[in-house]
């Protein structure tokens, strides 16, 4: 079965572009910034005023390995920066391009219009 060695780690967000480079260079094929579990993402409407909504002081650091780097060398890359210890887990590789056709429901406009998946 394809997949991905997923690892997740909690981040301060002043540290999250270090840490990302520094697995990128033990061969982290990609990595994401996402909210912390439980933290609900904050919007700004067009018609509020005042400041912003402030940010999360850390982020949910994901990163996605083809081969799964040894635990002293993940350490070693995050070491130093006082974080939590990372979190693995296997994610089975999707192909999101098609995925996403079988839960598309076709949308009829007219007679003549429909909005349908290929």
């Known amino acids: 079965m394809a997949g991905w060695h997923a690892l997740a780690v909690l981040v301060p967000r002043p540290l999250a572009r270090a840490v990302s480079d520094a697995l ?4 982290a094929t ?5 909210l912390p579990p439980g ?3 904050k919007f700004r ?5 005042g400041p912003a909504p402030r940010a999360p002081r850390r982020v949910l650091l994901r990163a996605w390995f083809s081969v799964r780097p040894d635990t002293a060398v993940v350490h070693a890359a995050l070491d ?4 939590d210890e990372p979190r693995w887990t296997w994610q089975v590789e999707e192909d999101w391009a098609e995925d996403w056709k079988a839960n598309f429901t076709p949308l ?11």
């Open 24 to 27: 990128v260079a033990i061969g």
């Open 30 to 34: 990609g990595t994401q910034e996402d």
């Open 108 to 118: 009829r406009i007219s007679d003549r219009l429909t909005i349908a998946a290929p």
């Open 45 to 49: 409407q067009p018609w509020e005023r």
């Open 80 to 83: 130093g920066r006082g974080l």
């Open 39 to 41: 933290v609900a993402p």
